[in-house]
Structures are given as C-alpha cells and as structure tokens.
C-alpha cells in the first residue's frame, strides 16, 4: 500500500539526515563499506560535517520556537575547508559576555560573518554552558529601517538592476543607439 506513496520534502530530508548520520557513525553496510574503503579519516570527516549540520538545524528550530537568544561580538574567523550544500564550516573566535570563545559551525554563503559583526547564538539544550550559532545580528537598532525598506517621506531615487541606489551613471542606463 505505501510502496509508491509521495514523501514529503520534509519526508525525504529527514531521510536523507539519517542515511548520512548512520553512514558517518559506520552503521548498516554502507557504513561499514565507507569506512573499510574510505577510510577513518574521512569518516571522522564526515561525522564532523554531520555534527555541524544537526548544530545549524537546531539552532534554527530553537529560534523558532522562540529561545533566547545572546549577541556575540566576532573577533576572528578561520575556514575549515568543508563545504554542505556549498555553504562553508568555519571556526569562529567570539566575545561572549567579556569571555572569548571558540565555535565551529556551518554558516550560509551569503551570511558569512566577518571580524568586528555581532552574531546571535542561542544555548544548547543538550549541552548546558554551550551554545549554537544562530546567524548574524540584525544590524541597527529597533524601529530603524533596514536595507531595502523606504523611510517615510523620503524620495526614491535612481536604482541599479540589484535594487540599489545608484551613484554614478552605469553602462546598462545609457541609451541604445
């Protein structure tokens, strides 16, 4: 009866997380045969990926359901050289409440943050004392318009194609001949 049944997207990533993790752990036959064939480095690797993936997944549904949340201040940064879905492990130093503290997580291409951006981290549930990168800092305070957000009265000007406010006049804005 459920054999050609539709998974949900969910469905098949939920799968998917827990094919990787019992390959990354060495369970069942494709774990082992990874493990004989690729290696325990790479297995080591892997789980390291793993791990990081279940830490960005949690984070996000801690945000969700509304935890707290703590600002950090980023001091440094250093790449690991993995990549998840082509987003990019990376190894933060961070300034937590006058004290320094090392994370490693999975951070998204387009948010990596850099030295001197303040980040959000929530507390890990299953680790009391430890926390979860949670992303970037909104920047600015409460009630100031963010990037792309008009502020009353005022004119809107000339964009680029990227919906950003042109300086000078471009090669796409002159006229065809």
Known sequence: MGLFKRKTMAERQAEGMQMANDIAEGR???????????????????QQATGAMNQGQTAAQLRAAGHPTTTARV???????????????ILLVLEVNGQQL?????????????????????????????FLYAGLAPQGGAGS?????????AQPGPTNPCGQPSQAPQPWDRPQR
Do not use: H, W
Request: net charge negative.
């Open 28 to 46: 069942g036959l494709t774990g082992k045969l990874t493990q004989a064939f690729m290696g325990r480095e790479f297995t080591e690797a892997m």
């Open 75 to 89: 001091l440094g940064l250093q790449d690991t050289g993995q990549l998840i879905n082509y987003d990019p492990v």
């Open 102 to 130: 090392q994370l490693q997580s999975l951070v998204s291409k387009l948010e990596i943050p850099r030295t001197g951006d303040n980040v959000l981290l929530v507390s890990d549930p299953q680790q009391p004392g430890s």
């Open 145 to 153: 318009p963010q990037q792309g957000q008009a502020q009353p009265g």
